[in-house]
């Protein structure tokens, strides 16, 4: 099958692009694979993207392209001047220009892709829905949603929220399948907006060769140094906790605006002994293992990789109530919830599964890595590009 993907990544450090790079690298062992690349080159590539076997296309927005499409940003999510039916409309249309769709359109007719996968923002998927009229009726367009359901209709808030519930009754009904990360999401697009939806998980970006003795007593993060990963949570959290327990410790792994944030509150509460930023680490298979218990507080998540890299390597996981950890944690018994955005109860959380023999959790969530494996995850890609295009 010749399949191409279109995506804004340059493939450097990030969920989205270590993903796009493991299912692209493994499809072209099958398929004729194809990336279309709306960055110009350089490509970052920190995963390896196999560009001997994956042909590699690009197109950059020129300078008035991208200030049209930052323009029409600014306005969906600033007034209601799109949150009708007709708005969503006026929107779609204005935010690419004529010129940027017709080249996209001409490159997908000419190479006569068997199908096409946006790979990188649901809403930006909006773009391949725009050309269908235009495409090849052989070609299928698949669209690729790597957010929580929800998080489309929140974290931009009520402006965008109503322009996009129009936009998805107007113009996601184009793709031939849309694929999610969580049985949630499915059931949420199924039954509300009516679009035919396939979930399939992330693959694991490594098998684990070691598990975690549970003896070490320290709690683990991993990701980015943000809001939106709960990096703030975690440590105040432990800040608490370390108040009434003077032998479990923090490890942090990763980078990001946060760093300097919590780099003042170590020193302002005499942390600097209990917690310890390592920065960012490209090997975390052997990391996991040093450790006891994964936090994972992201206050929103379409997936999170690293809750199930960490199961694999035997961590029990103490995440935040959201979908898609109560489909991974909750419903596997791999570990305990505690209310998104809540450090106290998250302290709390750590105080009872610090005092709990760990083991249990730990069998339950290696049990889980099945489910993760690219092997399995390939044969379910590959179960779904039949299905669309027979």
Same mark, same amino acid.
């Given at each position: ?84 039916? #007709?708005?969503? &409309?006026? /929107?779609?249309?204005?935010?690419? $220009? ?5 080249? @996209? *359109? =001409? ?88 679009? #035919?939806?396939? &979930?399939? /998980?992330?693959?694991?970006?490594? $098998? ?5 003795? @549970? *003896? =070490? ?174």
């Amino acid at each position: 099958m010749n399949i191409c993907f279109i995506a804004w990544e340059r493939f450097g450090v990030g969920g989205v692009s270590r993903v796009l790079t493991r299912i692209m690298n493994a499809l072209c062992r099958e398929h004729e694979i194809s990336v279309y690349c709306l960055r110009r080159p350089p490509l970052e590539n920190a995963y390896g993207l196999d560009l001997e076997n994956i042909r590699f296309f690009h197109h950059e927005m020129n300078v008035y392209e991208k200030m049209r499409r930052s323009v029409m940003d600014r306005l969906v999510t600033r007034t209601p001047l799109f949150s009708s039916s #007709a708005g969503a &409309r006026a /929107y779609a249309f204005l935010r690419y $220009t004529h010129s940027f769709k017709k080249r @996209l *359109t =001409s490159h997908i007719n000419r190479h006569q892709y068997d199908a096409v996968v946006f790979g990188s923002g649901f809403e930006d998927s909006l773009l391949l829905a725009l050309l269908r009229p235009r495409l090849s009726p052989r070609t299928r367009i698949i669209s690729w949603s790597h957010a929580a359901y929800e998080d489309y209709f929140g974290f931009k808030g009520p402006h965008f929220s109503r322009y996009f519930r129009h936009a998805l009754k107007r113009f996601y009904h184009r793709f031939d399948q849309i694929v999610v990360l969580s049985d949630h999401d499915r059931r949420n697009f199924e039954t509300r907006q009516h679009l #035919a939806t396939r &979930r399939i /998980y992330n693959p694991a970006s490594f $098998t684990a060769e070691r598990h975690s003795a @549970l *003896t =070490s007593k320290t709690f683990v993060f991993a990701g980015s140094l943000s809001s939106h990963k709960g990096a703030d949570l975690a440590l105040e959290a432990f800040g608490e906790f370390s108040r009434n327990n003077g032998e479990w410790n923090l490890h942090v792994y990763g980078d990001g605006p946060l760093r300097p944030w919590m780099e003042e509150f170590i020193r302002e509460h005499g942390l600097q002994s209990r917690v310890r930023l390592h920065g960012s680490h490209t090997a975390m298979e052997r990391e996991y293992p040093k450790h006891a218990i994964l936090l994972f507080p992201s206050r929103c998540e379409g997936f999170g990789l690293v809750q199930i890299e960490a199961m694999s390597c035997g961590l029990p996981v103490i995440a935040a109530d959201i979908p898609i950890c109560r489909e991974l944690i909750r419903d596997s018994g791999a570990g305990r919830l505690f209310p998104a955005g809540d450090s106290r109860a998250l302290c709390g959380a750590m105080h009872a599964m610090a005092g709990e023999d760990l083991a249990p959790y730990a069998r339950k969530a290696r049990a889980q890595e099945q489910f993760f494996t690219l092997e399995r995850i390939i044969r379910e890609w590959n179960g779904m590009l039949k299905e669309v295009n027979p």
